[in-house]
């Protein structure tokens, strides 16, 4: 016998979850249309297919946003990180390049909205540690930045401090996998296109897509 109430508690996820996805596919296409407004010397206009395949993951990554916090206080501020991060992702590998103009308003704005997630579950505690998690991983890159030849630029030392602070908000566990895998991934990386071209250089390699995809799946993997 079929159960009326779980039944519709599943097709209201469902809609929330397609719903999320949506607002997220709409907020990306005006977070492009900013970024062409805003640096129309970095980003030109992006070929079709370029298009499609950032409208494509801004949609999957605010579904599964979805799906990961549910209609939580929380999960507007990690929307955000999502469509800013496509945007960020593709002008670094197109670029090399991670814009203060993006970096820093992705900051601010992560930072407002998850005080306000913490005021409503009264959860002080946890943008306490978002907080520390953006000055450990800034730090942290800056070191690297500093003290290898790697390539880290200081676009990526910039973008860390965002990554800490949506990362550390959930738990040092975050921290820690999405901080460490996004150095492992862009080193991986760095690696792969030095072996297949001896004529690429670290220092050419994009590492922000490598942080920012290692800093969601932590997010949307690690309980």
Known sequence: MSDPAGSASFLSALLFIAGTGAAGLCLGLLAELLVRRLLPGLTGSPAIGQRITTAAATFAL?????????????????????????????????????????????????????????????????????????????????????????????????????????????GWSHLFYGGALGFVAGGITSLVLLLKDRGNKPKEVAYGPSMLAAGLAAILLIP
């Open 62 to 170: 605010t579904s599964l946003l979805a799906w990961r916090f549910g209609a939580s206080a929380e999960v507007a501020a990690y929307v955000v990180l999502a469509v800013a991060g496509v945007q960020l992702a593709r002008i670094d590998l197109v670029h090399h390049l991670l814009p203060n103009r993006l970096v820093l308003p992705l900051f601010g704005t992560g930072l407002l909205l998850l005080a306000v997630a913490a005021v409503a579950h009264e959860t002080a505690g946890n943008l306490l540690r978002g907080v520390a998690g953006a000055v450990i991983l800034f730090v942290f890159y800056l070191i690297l930045a500093l003290t290898s030849r790697n390539g880290l630029g200081m676009g990526d030392v910039k973008l860390a401090a965002p990554l800490g602070l949506y990362l550390g908000y959930l």
